[in-house]
């Protein structure tokens, strides 16, 4: 596999729920990110993470909550989301924090019902 | 605060057209970086391009040129001779310095939808 790997590709959960979002790259980078692209709206940036260590949480919900094991992995937690939080999340990564060339996974296309 | 405008929400052409899709931004910054993105149907943001602020040479690559105008911040995306896999949405985006961190993330437009008819 190359690149930015994120699973599912598509989710649909009720607002009582909890799931995972997955992102994996294999390009050996060290900072991760979430992004959120909502229907006729910029994509917004949630999380930065560099070495594992969150760098930015830019005024995202609780109801969020990122993990970030180890440089290539990146998870994104949801529990009691609202259907206003039903979007593609986008996963991506670059090699490091002055290297803002990212690459993107495919999304994880999430519908809160 | 850094802001990225496209404003031509959708544009439709018959293949082999010419086609430029328009980008102005705002900075506070004096070193920037500017990029290009694809977003085809399968929902992959595709990297096309990054410039450094300090370079305002044009680039070409293939069928894609890029003219990169500081005194009008403007940095607009040409596709030569149109071609129906070029359908796609295009996001312009502008590095943006995160405060104490060192770090930069992209401010993003809201995107041209190329579509491009047979």
């Known amino acids: 596999e190359t690149g930015v790997t994120q699973t599912p590709r598509h989710l649909v959960m009720g607002m009582t729920n909890k799931k995972s979002l997955k992102c994996e790259q294999h390009l050996g980078h060290n900072a991760m990110y979430w992004y959120k692209q909502s229907a006729k709206k910029p994509l917004e940036l949630m999380f930065v993470?560099?070495?594992?260590?969150?760098?930015e949480n830019n005024s995202v919900p609780s109801r969020f909550s990122p993990e970030c094991p180890n440089s290539s992995h990146l998870f994104l937690h949801l529990h009691t989301l609202q259907p206003e939080d039903s979007a593609l999340y986008l996963c991506a990564s670059s090699q490091d924090w002055r290297n803002t060339e990212a690459f993107f996974g495919q999304g994880t296309r999430l519908t809160v019902v | 605060a850094q802001k990225v405008t496209q404003a031509q929400t959708e544009i439709s052409v018959v293949e082999k057209e010419d086609v430029t899709l328009d980008c102005v931004y705002e900075t506070r910054d004096t070193t920037y970086y500017l990029f290009w993105y694809k977003q085809p149907p399968s929902g992959e943001l595709v990297f096309l391009i990054r410039r450094n602020s300090f370079d305002e040479q044009n680039e070409i690559s293939g069928r894609y040129s890029w003219n990169f105008q500081k005194s009008t911040s403007s940095f607009n995306f040409t596709i030569t001779a149109s071609q129906v896999v070029d359908s796609a949405v295009y996001f312009c985006?502008?590095?943006?310095?995160?405060?104490?961190?060192?770090?930069?993330?992209?401010?993003f437009g809201t995107g041209t939808r190329l579509l491009v008819s047979p």
């Open positions: 993470y560099s070495l594992e260590e969150r760098v």
């Open positions: 985006a502008l590095s943006d310095p995160l405060k104490d961190t060192g770090f930069q993330k992209l401010v």
